[in-house]
């Protein structure tokens, strides 16, 4: 027997403009539009974007995806038509943004400092228009939207709710489905990966189908500002060498599903700092708990594991701190008859230094050595009285 798909039981809707925090996107295109406007503008290199050591360790797997997508957003900024601005003044991209309608800003801009904006709008009708209704939830009665169309409904392995796709008048589609429990707390690359995932599986051949006669869902007002910091410390190079590291980072998204069709408005705002000097490759740093595994070699060129460590910070080696070289001044030994300490502290290794001063004629001193380190007991470098001599 067909039916209407419903979709949205658990969702609320908003009647006002306001921003939504429960809900999640990521806005690809607009990105995409910043990442070209930036390397346009600064003749970054679009193939060495990575994360840097200015990046959160958290934040590192979704840099790499956004690394990897980037080649795949600046081709939907194209395809969709985003427009976007580049300017070292915040102002200026600020003015932009609040003249197309969003209140995303970007903080003001230090030296060396520039910004960069991109929006997208796009109007899609329904090919087959829809009516209002009234849904239950279990959040209580809300406005909804009936479509007549699609016919035929789709059943993916591993997500037990029904998936509907409907087509717009300039051959877009959106497809829209009841999140399952697992879902319904994805935000940012995770989040864009199981759509793609369930875009590609309604596509296969021999996906599960079922008839139905339109769907049911309820009437959608939007307004996202998805936190996209986690791109802050991303960094690339300029064709002279010169690193730009990305300082800002910020996203507003709105969406309106009715009986009309799908109204969308993205846009995000991104600023990426060049560093005064011309950087050169930097040093791989481990500042926390780390593997260290010692590898063999073995017959006929092969390699092998010989032994794995994990190296916590309690097996480190502390750097000389004051107390060390207060400690090294009272372990001193006695000076020679009428000498005295002047100044002390450490040499270019590390040790603890000193001056010391020693008479020479009745009611002078003058300074033995200077900055020498003070060597061990039983040094054969070592006095008596523990002097170097």
Known sequence: MSSHVQIGTDT????????????????????????????????????????????????????EWLVRNLPAARALAKLLGTRGIFSPYADVINDFLASEGFSIRLDPLGPNEYGMAGVLKMDLKWREPGSKTMITTRHGKMMGVKLPAP????????????????KTTDGKKILLTQASESMRTLTGPALFDVARAMHEAVREPEVNTFECVGVVFPRTELNVQPKINWMLGMGTVTEAGQRAVITQAVQQVKLVLDEDGAVVEESSAVAAKLESILAGPEPVRITDTFLAVIIAPGEAGEEVVALPF????????KAADE???????????????GGEI?????????????????????????P????????PAGSPLRDDNGWVS
Request: proline share 8%; hydrophobic share 35%; aromatic share 4%.
């Open 12 to 63: 609320r809707t908003k009647s006002d403009n306001a921003v939504t925090t429960d809900s999640a996107t990521l806005g690809l295109a607009t990105l995409g539009e910043c990442f070209a406007r930036g390397e346009d503008n600064l003749r970054l290199r679009p193939d060495h974007w990575s994360p840097t050591g200015k990046s959160a360790p958290e934040d590192v797997p979704n840099q």
């Open 151 to 166: 016919r035929v409904a789709y059943r993916v392995r591993g997500h037990e709710n029904p998936i509907v796709v409907v």
């Open 310 to 317: 994990i190296v916590k910070p309690s097996a480190w080696t």
């Open 323 to 337: 107390a060390t070289e207060v400690k090294a001044v009272a372990e001193t030994p006695a000076l020679p008859e």
């Open 342 to 366: 002047g100044a002390v502290g450490n040499n270019e290794t590390g040790e603890p230094t000193f001056e010391v001063a020693c008479p020479k004629e009745a009611g002078t001193h003058e």
């Open 368 to 375: 033995m050595r200077h900055t020498e380190a003070l060597l």
